[in-house]
């Protein structure tokens, strides 16, 4: 990254002088953060606090493991499988699909405005995760939406006959794909312009195919972008709840909706339970956030 | 080089199906609220409604203050950061980015347990509470955009040497901020307001586990109870997040019109 290379030298430049000067007035310079710091602690930071510090206490007050050990029940269990299993298949398919387009509109020959195009559509299309998305699918692949009828009417394919159903795993993950794929496109674009072109002729020289170029140049290079693509991807689709609830209502039980029903009525019939809910939905998406952040500082590495 | 070509254009094209046809399938399904022929009776019918009504200026009215907040903190934040903090800048990035780390139902669990009735700062006890925790709450996932948003533009200005000149004519901080940075990074801060404006609009969760009357629950509300007007709102709500990253291309156009002139 541009702004991380640079930082050290403004740093060193920006030290010299004044800080021998403010070094008696250090607190007063710190006032200019405080609010912001105030801020982030009171809306952000305290209420996470509270959250995890909440998954290891008894509703009197003691530390305990128990609210942790009361997620494995059948239907918390079920949850956590199904969110796993919707973030990392809509996070494969959307970084598959995604490294596609990508690489079709950067390498692919197309026309250079295809390329602006696609990076402003995928620029808004990754803000449009949110219930106008579920509405815009009912509208397409509900029972009566636009691609159903014409299916049936036009092609005499009856997709609902076939055992489809939009309000489902299938039709909540074509959904998030929705999504996923444009950031995919805006996160790996930079990653396919750092390929440089020399490398390619250097493997043509070589006698390499255009298969054997993607399969051992370029995919190697790429491999830890695409890694942490995936990890954020998955941490993207975990989170999600707005989606899922306006297109599925609570008969698909991913963790968030469980959680958020949990917020709203205390289904799981205990508060505490919630906040270790709610604790291992952090630790989750950290972990994948973490391994995102990671793999971006090797992948970066190339991209100079 | 030829069957790269077509794979790439076979390739763009199922991209063009699968991200088109769902947003002409919403138009589609918006005018069919009268049967046998398209109309716009779904949209009338929603923009005659009473709650969208109030529901939709709830949600502007929201946004406007979270913009006006969010300038307030980041701005002066990101100018002293970059003048006189930078060996914190790390960690102060770091926190911008914790939002897109927590999920948001997180965040907003954490406010229902630590504002409530029987704590130190009761803040969900009351309406205008609950109004200004759900600000607070939207400026905290607006956070990332906002912070990125006016750092990038405080980038391409020399903070060092405008700030040095405006002290040494006698401007005081206030002033600095107020009539030298702002308007230097107003390009930068408009895009980080309209990228706020369009998650503030739609955004469900915390409206709706804050029971506040936004717009966002009103949707999921109208999904569950109307056949037509769900599309129409989707289109609304389309339309808005376009036109919000429309006028963010066109002020980073601008930005760059104006950066290359200097």
């Known amino acids: 990254m541009i702004a991380g290379s640079k930082q050290p030298m403004a740093a060193t430049t920006v030290r010299d002088l004044p800080r021998r000067r403010l070094g008696a007035s250090l607190p007063l310079t710190w006032l200019g953060v405080a609010p912001f710091l105030l801020f982030a602690l009171l809306f952000l930071i305290l209420p996470t606090i509270q959250i995890v510090l909440g998954a290891f206490r008894t509703p009197d007050g003691s530390v305990t493991l128990a609210n942790l050990q009361g997620l ?74 636009l691609m159903t009828v014409v299916l049936r009417d036009w092609f005499g394919v009856n997709i609902y006959a076939t055992g489809f159903n939009l309000i489902s795993f299938t039709g909540l993950a074509l959904t998030y794909l929705y999504f996923q794929i444009p950031l995919m496109v805006l996160i790996i674009t930079p990653a396919l312009d750092g390929l440089k072109r020399e490398w390619r002729e250097a493997a043509e020289c070589l006698g390499a195919s255009g298969g054997q170029y993607w399969r051992m140049v370029a995919l190697p290079v790429l ?81 100079k | 080089m030829k069957a790269a070509k077509i794979w790439s254009w076979f390739a763009f094209g199922l991209a063009v199906i699968y991200f088109f046809v769902p947003l002409i399938g919403t138009f589609e399904f918006s005018l069919r609220a009268r049967r046998g022929v398209y109309s716009f009776d779904a949209y ?15 949600s502007v009215v929201l946004a406007l203050f979270t913009i006006v907040f969010g300038v307030l903190i980041v701005t002066p934040t990101a100018f002293w950061v970059r003048l006189k903090l930078p060996q914190i800048r790390p960690m102060v990035e770091f926190i911008t980015l914790l939002p897109l780390v927590i999920p948001p139902i997180i965040i907003v669990f954490g406010y229902i347990r630590l504002y409530n009735t029987a704590s130190y700062l009761p803040l969900t006890g009351s309406a205008f509470g609950t109004n200004i ?77 804050l029971n506040r009357p936004a717009f966002g629950p009103y949707m999921v509300w109208m999904g569950g109870n109307r056949a037509y007007e769900p599309a129409a709102l989707a289109v609304i709500a389309f339309s808005i997040t376009w036109a919000c990253m429309a006028v963010i291309q066109l002020a980073t156009r601008l930005s760059k019109h104006t950066r290359a002139q200097r």
Request: glycine content about 8%.
């Open chain 2, 133 to 209: 925790l759900l600000m607070f709450g939207y400026a905290t996932l607006a956070l990332p955009y906002m912070y990125r948003a006016v750092d990038t533009g405080l980038r391409t200005i020399d903070i060092r040497t405008l700030t040095e000149a405006a002290q040494s004519l006698g401007a005081g901080w206030t002033t600095v901020i107020g009539r030298l940075i702002l308007p230097n990074v107003l390009v930068a801060i408009l895009s980080g307001a309209f990228l706020t404006f369009a998650i503030v609009i739609g955004e469900y969760v915390l409206a709706a586990l």
């Open chain 1, 72 to 145: 494995a029940v059948p239907n918390i269990l079920n949850a956590t499988w199904l969110s796993m299993k919707i973030s990392l298949l809509t996070a494969l398919l959307g970084c598959v699909a995604g490294l596609a387009l990508a690489a079709a509109v950067t390498r692919g020959g197309l026309p250079p405005w295809l390329r602006d195009a696609t990076l402003t559509f995928s620029g808004v299309a990754s803000n449009f995760a949110g219930v106008p998305l579920a509405f815009a699918f009912i509208a397409t692949l509900g029972r009566l939406g």
């Open chain 2, 44 to 58: 009338r019918s929603v923009l005659g409604d009473p709650q969208f009504v109030a529901t939709f200026t709830y």
């Open chain 1, 223 to 303: 491999w830890p972008s695409l890694l942490g693509t995936f990890a954020l991807l998955f941490a993207n689709a975990f989170g999600a709840v707005a989606t899922a609830m306006a297109l599925t209502g609570p008969s698909l039980s991913i963790m968030p909706i469980i959680l958020f029903a949990q917020i709203r009525g205390d289904v799981l019939q205990d508060p505490h339970l919630g906040y270790a809910l709610a604790f291992s939905m952090i630790v989750i998406t950290g972990i994948a956030n973490f391994i995102y952040i990671m793999l971006r500082s090797r992948a970066e590495r190339w991209v």
